[in-house]
């Protein structure tokens, strides 16, 4: 395994800074997960993989990893804006794949808007890319995954921890696509349940976030309403259970969440009383770590 120099990667003490990439065709859903976490003076990279046929996680040591001209390497494998490269061989993985990315769609603003100027927050989201293409295969133990034209979706997180308790789902269609996460909180001593959320539909944007008022006025049984003006979004995932993947703790990657990488899920937004679409999918990913 060749090391290579290591770069600052930008997260802070006790922190991690991942890659999260989506990659959809009318048959398959694969997930990769690339990223760094930090505790103390040891860092640990990571790429996790998941498909409906299971999840593998393959670490490598801190200095494998560099962030340099829009990639992430973990020595040599690489994600980014050109796409995924990559080769492992593990006990329980040999793995390849090369897939091209194309025609991204970015926000017009940061997701996280005036936030992204506070200090100290235990985690900070971005969005890279709504939608792209996504052209090439992957081999996973034997078995091809082939893309042509598919759906690529593109985000990031970076800070200490993961919220101790949140929703996020994401979700294309024919005439757009959506992301929302709701999560508490935690800044200057108080806990809030914060919301940033995009709809995208026949080219326009919406956004939803407790930056602009929005709010989740229903959180529960794993549905989410949020409310903002004259807006309101409706999710519900349908079914139970979900991939186990690992998510940060105080920069350790010792927390087990549950994320379903291609499952039935129902959503409706609304627009002055109009209901602009009104949907059921069995391609959503969505993670609900709330007790309730």
Request: charge should be positive.
């Amino acid at each position: 395994m060749r090391k290579i120099k290591k770069r600052k990667w930008g997260a802070p003490k006790d922190g991690f800074y991942g890659w999260y990439f989506k990659c959809q065709s009318e048959e398959e859903t694969i997930v990769f997960i690339a990223s760094v976490s930090r505790t103390g003076k040891e860092s640990t990279g990571r790429l996790q993989i998941a498909t409906k046929d299971g999840v593998w996680d393959v670490e490598y040591p801190g200095d494998c990893f560099m962030q340099r001209k829009g990639n992430i390497f973990l020595s040599d494998n690489r994600f980014g804006r050109s796409g995924i490269r990559f080769n492992i061989t593990t006990a329980d993985l040999r793995a390849k794949g090369k897939l091209d990315f194309s025609d991204f769609t970015p926000l017009k603003q940061d997701i996280m808007g005036p936030f992204v100027l506070v200090p100290f927050m235990e985690c900070r989201h971005s969005i890279i890319s709504m939608r792209h293409k996504v052209n090439g295969s992957v081999t996973l133990n034997g078995r091809k995954y082939e893309f042509k034209d598919a759906y690529g979706y593109w985000e990031g997180d970076r800070g200490n921890s993961f919220p101790s308790e949140y929703l996020w789902t994401q979700a294309a269609f024919d005439e757009g696509e959506l992301s929302l996460s709701v999560a508490e909180v935690p800044l200057g001593g108080v806990e809030f349940t914060g919301v940033i959320g995009v709809v995208r539909y026949q080219g326009k944007e919406y956004r939803l976030a407790t930056y602009l008022g929005g709010a989740a006025t229903e959180l529960k049984n794993r549905k989410v309403t949020i409310k903002q003006g004259n807006m309101m979004l409706e999710a519900k995932m349908l079914d139970r259970g979900g991939k186990i993947l690992s998510a940060p703790v105080n920069g350790e990657m010792s927390r087990a969440i549950h994320e379903s990488l291609a499952c039935n899920a129902a959503y409706r937004f609304t627009v002055d009383g109009k209901t602009l679409f009104e949907f059921k999918t069995d391609r959503a990913s969505f993670e609900y770590e709330y007790k309730r």
